[in-house]
């Protein structure tokens, strides 16, 4: 289900890519010429601007945290043993509702991943610092909203439905709470906008677009069954069993627009809005398998390192 939010944060990221990758084929030719007309004054060129920006912080880490919003999901659940073949239209869900004293307390208790977080790893690719090739992880967290009345049909011990269905803890408890996680390499663009370039009060627009895997750990309760997890750590930590706790069920992509400001020479803080679409395929349940396709919208928040 694509909102107008979902709709207007793509075409912005497609209007902010733009000129992006105009600036960023500029800077290239203005490169190419003024080493075309400097080759026998610079020799080998380790002395040139050029060189020193590639040599100076070509690499950046952040973490961050961030908050998710879901459209509603149709959820398909096949569990032949039981007899039940059926479908969980327009299921709400929301992200775990961690509070901001939560998410401080666990971070000076160097527990991150227990909030929402988000790690970026980039590495410039031209020498002006406007384009990257970037690894991302969206440590996101989903589960249905307890309490909502869905309509379900299909088939429930092999007698056909198409009814109401309030979701609670016995009937639909479905969650991807450590967590749903987003694993994309991005293309990212940086365009600036305000300040000194790649100085302290420099100001960038910053643009992704990148697609990777879902690697989610789900958890449910369908109907009055549990499914059993494995434990987090030990030998079966990842990626491929049904008992596994971390499993690589579906892929992702996304696109994110927002603004990166730099504190100093080497640190920066970053402000950005996300769209991600991911389908999950074979979600173990009890005695069976779940299927579905997620629209998320995030806001992010990190202060990062450049190296």
């Known amino acids: 289900m694509i909102t107008r939010f979902n709709k207007t944060l793509i075409f912005a990221a497609i209007l902010s890519i733009a000129p992006c990758s105009m600036v960023l084929a ?10 075309s007309d400097n080759s026998i004054t610079q020799g080998s060129g380790k ?9 100076n912080n070509n690499w950046y880490f952040s973490w961050g945290y961030s908050r998710q919003w879901y459209a509603p999901s149709d959820i398909h659940v096949t569990q032949p043993g039981l007899g039940n073949n059926f479908t969980v239209h327009q299921a709400q869900a929301s992200d775990l509702a961690a509070s901001v004293p939560e998410t401080i307390d666990s971070t000076f208790k160097l527990n991150f991943f227990a909030p929402q977080e988000n790690i970026r790893i980039g590495n410039f690719i031209d020498a002006e610092k406007t384009f990257a090739i970037e690894f991302s992880l969206d440590h996101s967290k989903y589960n249905t909203n307890l309490g909502q009345t869905a309509r379900v049909t299909g088939t429930i011990n092999n007698l056909p439905v198409d009814q109401n269905m309030v979701l609670d803890q016995q009937t639909f408890d479905y969650v991807h709470h450590n967590g749903l996680n987003h694993l994309m390499l991005n293309a990212v663009w940086l365009h600036h906008l305000y300040g000194p370039k790649q100085k302290p009060g420099d100001l960038e627009s910053i643009s992704r677009i990148g697609a990777g895997f879902l690697l989610p750990h789900s958890e449910n309760t ?6 059993e997890v494995g434990p987090k750590w030990g030998q079966n930590t990842c990626c491929f069993a049904r008992n596994d706790w971390w499993q690589l069920l579906g892929w992702t992509a996304g696109v994110e627009v927002g603004m990166r400001y730099r504190i100093s020479e080497s640190m920066y803080l970053e402000l950005t809005a996300k769209e991600a679409y991911g389908v999950l395929r074979r979600v173990p349940v009890y005695q069976g398998s779940a299927d579905q396709e997620i629209w998320m919208t995030e806001g992010v928040f990190s202060a990062g390192f450049l190296f």
Do not use: F
Not at 49 to 54: G, N, Q, V
Not at 222 to 227: H, P
């Open 47 to 55: 002395d040139s601007p050029s060189h020193a920006l590639i040599k």
């Open 222 to 227: 369908i109907l009055g069954n549990t499914n």
């Open 26 to 35: 500029q800077s290239n030719q203005d490169v190419q010429s003024s080493s």
